[in-house]
């Protein structure tokens, strides 16, 4: 038995790794993907384009525009003398937002008076927009602070001292790339897995195996097996390029990422099985893949909290693997997590591959009637 | 009238030294060299030749498809490369694979090429209701095309050919992967096409459809290789051919005797006995007991006798290499007996069903296939022969009634049982992007060859099937002949006691359909059980036994011979097995016609 | 051009479309579902983030402060006794952060000094940590201004900031997601669909048939541009249904504006999905190639939820060759802005530009053979 599987084995990495398309498919999108997601996909916001009106003429509206433009998260685009001119700046996107300052400024502040600042938003996108808010909000407290010392306005009753754990700079590419290390996994598994008994199919050589001594199990797991290890392979590649291109730390135990990786793709084999005997053609594959993998991602906890998410949208994330995998990656890369903290992810990702391996295995030997 | 034309002063078709070549990887393969061809206005020229040789570039070149790299190509005068577009109206073009709309419905095709050629409402509802009245495709227009048999595609695609009745038609094997009858109803419509003055360039696989052509052109490597009227080929052979017969000896133990004795070219099985091409200046190398008769050469003789210089491999090389360690169990069956009653029962078939929903594919099925038989399930698209031959493989379970193959169920059958049997499937099925040598190892894994044993039947496989040279080269990449050696090489590296051919020949060029049937007739000396399915009614007579089907029931079954007394009339004592399959069919489905 | 030809391509197309599942599928259950998928499922807003609270003294001053958070519709507290249960809680993932009032925090506000406020966030999803601290520095003003109001003690914020979110001012990340979703879902149907059913042609050998008739290449490529431009219309117009009564989102800009823009966006996918097809002659490859040059830009590369401003510089430069960013740009625009000309204009003009491009080459590289 360990002969014929064997066999199968290496046939099925000839048949993907011989053919120029199957090889560009298993490198060129998830080294595409891997550049754009890394570079492109970041909530951190930089060169936020703004714009000032400042009415007033003392120092201190200048010592605060001086903190803004001190900030390497903010570009100055334009300085206004109309109020006219405001909206332009906004509804052309030539600014994402502007700064208002009153006449009174510098005067107010004097007096130890409250002095507005209006802060005007672009909210189209309004995460870019809430996000900027909070880059504004962190500059006035800057100055606020300051400003209360140099000027003896006292101190303030309390105040907030903000530290961030795993990720001291709150940088969000720390986030997203050990999240694409999960994600590439779990896409070119699928494509290898859900595309492979359909193409046969197509060839007319499922048939021609079947009529051999090869048994149903045998052959299930002469698809399984590659899938695995390309997955493997490919989810290794990813990480090295995340450690040392990238330079997202890595803390935790390697042992606990490759035990919850192998869990997490014998999952998604299973999957991609079950996709698999259901597809008689490749393009059914290819779309079964496409709409498993489309809600499988954006309900992750990828890209955005699964905690924002309706409660029977939360519980409907219990069955998808790279829930947990997600927690998993980031936990061993950032974290420092080994496998005594993993327990709680690990169980419902074996609990999943092996329901998906058994459906699998089932779907495919009725298929076969 | 046709003939009361005046001479036309240009041909329908001429190519002036067309060159074409492709890009293939890293090389420029020529397709066709230096062509030149003139067609005969109002005449049927067939274009025949080996895989490869050249015919559908020189089609498409025609229908101005593709671009010749150089020469010229004319239609009516008119270079086709100068004003791409302006011949189109005159020429009807029927691509390989019928250029049908498989999800729209007969009259719904007809109706979109209708407009494609440009026939206003009134002329195309007159112009269809001919055609569907030729092709006799009339009760079917609501049904989607992809629904039709293979021959029903074909008569549509000729229909939308016919639109707008050219002067010049185009047909890409017109007739491959069609039943007799449908054949026979296709031929009748070209010949009613050529009647109206229309020039017919078709290319095909069949020689008989070549005899029925009024010219022939044979190509070879992008070369013509001769041309002319049928005739003109078959003449210079006079003499050379002939009928043998022997009053006791197997038809395919005879076959396999005349191919091996010096100066036989060819030697072929037909309803009357072998036929024998001799080489020029041969005397008739005849043995005790045969009789000899002159008969009158044929296109096939002439096709064999300017191919016959690229000899099949010798089947006893086959027989003899069979080493002492791996023999498999041979019970050759006698030689000297027609019969083979005694020996012991392999396939059993007892009434067989299959349904599919409300369709019934095989009704009530049964026969007996015996030891080192060669047996044929013959029948037209859809009568179920490949759902019952599914079923004897166990790809499909049966409705009701039983079925053993080497006494098993095969749908049930541990993996040792399947290990007896050998598959070859409809279009040889192998890993396309995986080389020979890969396919053969991981064949050869698959049905648990290890070490030394599996060294052997390796080398052995590509002796027995010349695949050295082609050892690296991908699957896909191989010519039709050497993928059928290939398949069959894979089938039968664990050495099967039975042997299933799902239309292992079709599509394929009539010398490597010669050289596969003197392997499958070793195997069967062998004591190899085989099972086949075809369209080439003259493959037929290969068959020691034979089961027709239409329908999905059994019409008759026996040996050759027997079907054809089957179909004996007064007007026609000695039917062909094509006549024979044609009168039973038709006898079949007007009862059925009669009886709903 | 024949206008009987053209009539005869279109209405085979449009039988075609009627009896293939797989073509209705793209067209009409994939924008469905890609639109209740990110009308539901997505969402930046964070709400009811929890955060362990750990009070090692508690006394009035405190559970005023706490009492801030316990209103705010933003967090759920946990309370917890000491520190370290809490630093386990965000251990095993049961809190996003911690809250830590330390035992002299009132006796230090008493005494007139500052205390301080200790903030533990999870700093994992660093969106996510930065959102969440910015609704306590809210919270932390809030509490401020309320012991102002209440002692009539000075207020310490020397500067008043009063922020005005325009357009989305509850500030509903649904309200981008579903517009900018609306070009996600046309270059599905303009690219995808399209590549696929000319690669189908090509596949099936029908693309021989209909070349070897007298139809030319211009009727052809109108054959197929007609009717998957009113496809990816009708698409429109569902998505825009949704968008408008079910999840809510105003339409401020004209409409018609919006459908002329999205006729040239259409335009300019159908010319990609026309160009993807005429180098590859395979579902399967066209499939791959659609997804990976019209798809997955306009997911990521078009500003729908990555601010393009913030990306490095040559991947910024790489965006505008994105069509769907000139489209997401228009559709948030006329959807939350209304009819800003300026910006319409000009993003129209590269729409225009790019339409033109891709069709004019699809029309150069389409010649009626088949080498």
Known sequence: MPVRIWALVIKEFLAILRDKKSRFVLIGPPLIQLLVFGYAATFDLQHIPYAVYNQDSGFASRELLGYFQGS???????????????????????????????????????????????????????????????????????????????????????????????????????????????????????????LSVAREREQGTFDQLLVTPLTPAEILLGKALPGVLIGALEGAFIALVAVFWFRVPFLGSFWALALGMLLFLLAAVGIGLMISSLALTQQQGLLGVFLFLVPAIILSGFATPIANMPELVQDLTYLNPMRYILVIVRGVFLEGDGMANLWSQYWPLALLALLSMVSAAWLFRHRLQ | ?????????????????????????????????????????????????????????????????????????????????????????AIGYMPQRFGLYEDLSVQENLDLYSKLQGLDPS?????????????????????????????????????????????????????????????????????????EGT???????????????????????????????????TTPLQGRTFQVQHPSLRRRFLQESLQQRPGVLDARIIAGGVRVLLAKDVQPPKEQEEIWITAPPAFADAFMDLFASVPASPPAEIAASADAADQIPVNTPSRNTAGTDETEIVIQVQDLCKRFGNFTAVQNSSFAIHKGEIFGLLGGNGAGKTTTFRMLCGLLPPSAGSLLVAGVDMRKASSQARARIGYVAQKFALYGNLSVDQNLRFFAAAYGLQGKLREQRLGKARQDFQLHEYGSVNADDLPLGVKQRLALACALLHNPDILFLDEATSGVDPLTRREFWQRINSLAAQGVTVLVTTHFMDEAEYCDQLVLMSLGAILAQGSPSDLRQLAKTPENLEPSMEEAFIHLIDAHERQIRRAS | ??????????????????????????????????????????????????????????????????????????????????????????????????????????????????????????????????????????????????????????????????????????????????????????????????ALVVAREWERGTMEALMASPVTMLEILLGKLIPY???????????????????????????????????????????????????????????????????????????????????????????????ARYYVSILQTLFLAGNIWPIILWNSLALFLMALLFLGITLKRSHKRLD
Request: hydrophobic share 50%; charged share 15%; with cysteine.
């Open chain 2, 1 to 89: 009238m046709p003939a009361q034309n005046p001479p036309v002063t240009d041909p329908p078709l001429r190519f002036l030294g067309v060159h074409k070549d492709f890009q293939r990887g890293k090389d420029r393969v020529a397709a066709l060299n230096g062509l030149d061809l003139e067609l005969a206005a109002g005449k049927i020229t067939g274009l025949l030749g080996p895989d490869g040789a050249g015919k559908t570039t020189l089609l498409r070149l025609a229908a101005g498809l593709l671009r010749p790299s150089s020469g010229q190509v004319l239609i009516f005068g008119q270079d086709i490369t100068q004003q791409s577009g302006e011949h189109a109206p």
């Open chain 3, 1 to 194: 051009m024949n206008l009987r030809r053209l009539g005869g391509l279109v209405q085979k197309e449009f039988l075609q479309i009627r009896r293939d599942p797989s073509a209705i599928g793209i067209a009409f259950f994939l924008p469905l579902f890609l639109l209740f998928l990110f009308g539901y499922g997505v969402s930046l807003d964070a709400h009811r983030v929890p955060i362990a609270v750990v009070v090692d003294h508690p006394t009035p001053q405190t559970s005023a402060f706490v009492g801030e958070l316990n209103q705010s519709q933003y967090f759920q507290p946990l309370t917890l006794p000491t520190i370290h249960a809490a630093q386990q809680a965000v251990m095993n993932r049961q809190a996003d952060g911690i809250l830590w009032l330390r035992a002299d925090f009132s006796r230090q506000i008493l005494q007139g000094n500052t205390a301080s406020i200790g903030i533990l966030l999870n700093g994992v999803d660093a969106n996510n940590a930065r959102i969440v601290s910015g609704y306590l520095q809210g919270a932390w003003q809030n509490w401020l201004e309320q012991r102002a109001l209440g002692d009539a003690a000075p207020l310490i914020i020397p500067v008043n900031a009063k922020t005005r979110i325009w357009f989305n001012p509850a500030v509903r990340s649904r309200y981008y997601l579903v517009p900018g979703l609306i070009a996600v879902i046309m270059t599905l149907i303009g690219a995808l669909l399209t």
């Open chain 1, 72 to 194: 390497k998260a903010f570009r100055l685009v334009a300085n206004l003398h109309r109020d006219g001119q405001i909206a332009p700046m906004i509804n052309q996107e030539k600014a994402l937002l502007v700064l208002q300052i009153g006449p009174h400024f510098t005067e107010d502040l004097l007096r130890h008076q409250p002095a507005p600042v209006q802060i005007l938003i672009d909210g189209r996108n309004s995460n870019t927009a809430s996000l900027a808010l909070n880059y504004v909000n962190s500059v006035l407290l800057r100055f606020d602070q300051r400003w209360a010392r140099d000027h003896h306005w006292g101190s303030p009753p309390a105040e907030l001292v903000i530290r961030s754990w795993f990720n001291p700079n709150l940088l969000s590419r720390w986030f997203i790339v050990p999240g694409i290390v999960a994600l590439l996994t779990f896409v070119v598994t699928l494509l290898v897995t859900g």
């Open chain 2, 199 to 233: 020039t017919v360039l078709l290319s095909t696989a069949y020689f008989d459809e070549a005899e029925r052509c009024d010219a022939i052109v044979l190509l070879h490597q992008g070369n013509i290789l001769q041309q002319g009227r049928p005739d003109h080929f």
């Open chain 2, 123 to 195: 002329q195309a509802q007159q112009r269809q209701r001919e055609l569907l009245q030729l092709t006799a495709l009339g009760p079917f227009g609501s049904r989607r095309a992809g629904a039709l048999s293979g021959g029903m595609k074909q008569k549509l695609g000729l229909a939308c050919a016919l639109l707008r009745t050219p002067q010049l038609l185009l047909l890409d094997e017109p007739t491959v992967g069609v039943d007799p009858i449908a054949r026979r109803e296709l031929w009748n419509i070209i010949l009613g096409l050529r009647q």
């Open chain 3, 229 to 323: 431009f009113l496809m990816g219309f009708g698409g429109l117009l569902l998505s825009v249904a949704l968008a408008v009564w079910v999840f809510g989102v105003p339409l401020v800009g004209s409409l018609w504006l919006l459908l002329f823009c999205s006729s040239l966006f259409l335009l300019v996918a159908l010319g990609m999905g026309l160009l993807i097809s005429s180098v590859a002659r395979n579902q399967f490859v066209a499939g791959q190639i659609a997804i990976i040059v019209t798809f997955l830009p306009a997911f990521i590369l078009s500003g729908f939820i990555f601010d393009i401003q913030s990306m490095p510089a040559p991947i910024r430069l790489l965006t505008h060759i994105v069509a």
